[in-house]
């Protein structure tokens, strides 16, 4: 198997097209079975590792930094064959300023990151979420500064707004701090929203795309059943980030679309998940997909989506199967 590679939006940084996402690893994954999962991913041709400061998720905070331990451990040896991601924002400690993207934050965050992944710098250093309660210019400083140390050589943004990513990029070209590469936001057939401003945002400003949830939780792989409600051991029941996912995710008209999604790829004899994926790398904005596995065994389908190129009737059967995700979630 050839994992594809591109460069990251207009940056220099090159990335195979699907990173290997970890927010399991330490929770719904022990470490045992985590590394195996690593070691499959990377067997595969994949060499871009995603992971956060506040992972696993669905922890709490005796299970913070627990993903970025095991994912360090791991990558001791070998760090310098691998891109490596991580973010800062969510609560990893319990004072008043150990969340959000305060100057304060930001710098203890960092330094507990390369700690945890025994590294001295991150490729990719990305703003989990947004923070209005800090000023933009703060967080853009803050950023400036850590890429000069050194300790991270890119910086992006997961979960932006597109109105709020803009200003966040003219604020950052007018004082000449250090820009932005990428997003990270959720995209996959049953959640299009950002095509409509998001994604002609980041073409148009040369920003790499890497996309998360590209199986929505696990629905497309089509192993889960509406009236059998949300199996225990997965993201929609384990720890608290279940309510999340089941707003999300967990709606009778999605697994509609679900079976009329299955219905129209039986024809091509491939996985309804290989096809998924296949679907979001597709779009010319994206970058990359980021995928997941609570067992080694489950990257065999979204690995293959790399290798795949759609049939365009199909395409456009899945597109027009799913135009309504474009406007928001269906089935609230």
Not at 58 to 78: F, N, P, S, Y
Not at 160 to 171: D, W
Request: charge should be neutral; proline fraction near 4%; hydrophobic fraction near 40%.
């Amino acid at each position: 198997m050839t994992i594809p590679h591109t460069r990251l939006g207009n940056s220099g940084l090159t990335v195979s097209r699907l990173a290997l996402g970890t927010m399991t690893f330490g929770l719904q994954t022990e470490e045992s079975v985590s590394r195996a999962i690593l070691d499959r991913a990377a067997e595969a041709g994949v060499d871009f590792i995603d992971t956060a400061d506040a992972y696993p998720i669905g922890g709490d905070l005796q299970t913070v930094g627990r993903t970025e331990e095991i994912v360090g451990r791991w990558l001791a040896g070998r760090r310098q064959n691998f891109i490596v991601a991580t973010k800062a924002f969510n609560r990893v400690g319990p004072n008043r300023w150990d969340l959000g993207l305060s100057r304060k934050h930001l710098f203890d965050a960092i330094d507990g990151s390369l700690r945890r992944l025994g590294t001295d710098y991150v490729d990719l250093y990305q703003l989990h979420s947004d923070d209005r309660r800090t000023p933009l210019d703060e967080t853009l400083e803050a950023l400036d500064h850590i890429v000069r140390s050194g300790k991270v050589r890119y910086i992006g943004v997961s979960n932006f707004l597109a109105y709020r990513l803009a200003r966040a990029l003219g604020r950052a070209d007018l004082r000449g701090l250090t820009r932005f590469i990428s997003v990270q936001p959720r995209y996959s057939l049953l959640f299009r929203e950002i095509e409509r401003e998001l994604l002609p945002l980041v073409q148009e400003e040369g920003l790499g795309v890497l996309s998360y949830n590209p199986l929505a939780g696990g629905l497309l792989t089509g192993k889960h059943r509406f009236e059998s409600g949300p199996p225990a051991g997965t993201r929609f029941t384990l720890g608290t980030a279940a309510t999340r996912y089941q707003e999300r995710y967990w709606h009778e008209r999605q697994f509609q679309t679900v079976a009329e999604l299955q219905r129209a790829v039986a024809e091509s004899g491939l996985p309804l998940a290989t096809v998924a994926v296949a679907w979001v790398l597709a779009n010319p904005a994206i970058s990359c997909a980021i995928i997941g596995a609570s067992k080694p065994e489950q990257l065999a389908d979204t690995l293959a989506a790399a290798e795949l190129k759609l049939d365009p009737e199909l395409k456009q059967k899945l597109d027009d199967l799913t135009a309504e995700y474009r406007q928001g979630d269906a089935g609230r």
